[in-house]
């Protein structure tokens, strides 16, 4: 015989203290990163929340990107939250780098092709790869380290966009010795027409210092 139905009044249910504060939260952060796969990032959100660990949440909504049709691959928003998860320890192991880039939803066929261009083995410096992922999203040199200042600056949106020059040297000059057109005296000829604007930047660099050198500008 078929158990009966168990109705169950309000005073019956006890919600667990701060259930509603971590669902609102959760809800948010689906809304700011708008994952592929709502299922696989809801995983790794609630591991990483579970572990306090860093959460796969973009800092805030891509709208050009929510507003066109998804190619499902790598954006800047997508492209800051492996950094911020990946760049602590430096370096990062092939198999933690494709577990976050499968937890954020991207196509793995992307990563390969990254992971083949950069020539990686089992450990990956993570700002050579970094510099990699700008070059997805820039369609020449210039536009590359543009996209790495706006990812890496801890000026706040719609600033300058300033990251050291240390941080930019080491960017530039490994994309273009990867692109292989770029010689050296060009590379350093480059770098040291920046210098007198950096110094006078207390050793920060911003896109308009050098976004307009077309002359030097190739794809990646």
């Not at 990107?65 to 939250?81: F, R, Y």
């Not at 930047?201 to 911003?206: C, E, L, R, S, T």
């Amino acid at each position: 015989m078929p158990l009966p139905d168990t109705v169950y009044s309000a005073h019956q249910i006890s919600i667990p203290p701060g259930l509603l504060e971590i669902l609102k939260n959760f809800t948010k952060a689906a809304i700011r990163t708008q994952p592929e796969d709502l299922l696989q990032w809801s995983a790794a959100y609630f591991s990483a929340l579970s572990n306090e660990g860093r959460l796969p949440v973009k800092d805030r909504l891509e709208m050009n990107v929510a507003a066109q049709k998804k190619d499902h691959g790598l954006t800047p928003g997508l492209l800051k939250i492996l950094h911020k998860l990946l760049s602590p320890k430096k370096t990062c192991s092939k198999e933690e780098l494709q577990r976050n880039w499968t937890d954020l939803c991207l196509p793995m066929a992307q990563l390969e092709t990254l992971l083949l261009l950069g020539s990686f083995g089992s450990d990956i410096d993570w700002m050579e790869f970094f510099a990699l992922g700008c070059s997805v999203l820039g369609g020449n040199l210039m536009s590359s380290l543009k996209h790495a200042c706006e990812i890496l600056t801890e000026d706040e949106e719609g600033g300058a966009a300033r990251i050291p020059f240390d941080t930019f040297v080491r960017l530039y000059t490994y994309l273009a010795h990867l692109d292989g057109d770029v010689p050296q005296d060009q590379i350093d000829s480059f770098l040291g027409s920046l210098r007198p604007q950096v110094e006078q930047q207390h050793g920060m660099i911003k896109p308009l210092d050098f976004i307009y050198w077309d002359n030097v500008d190739s794809a990646p």
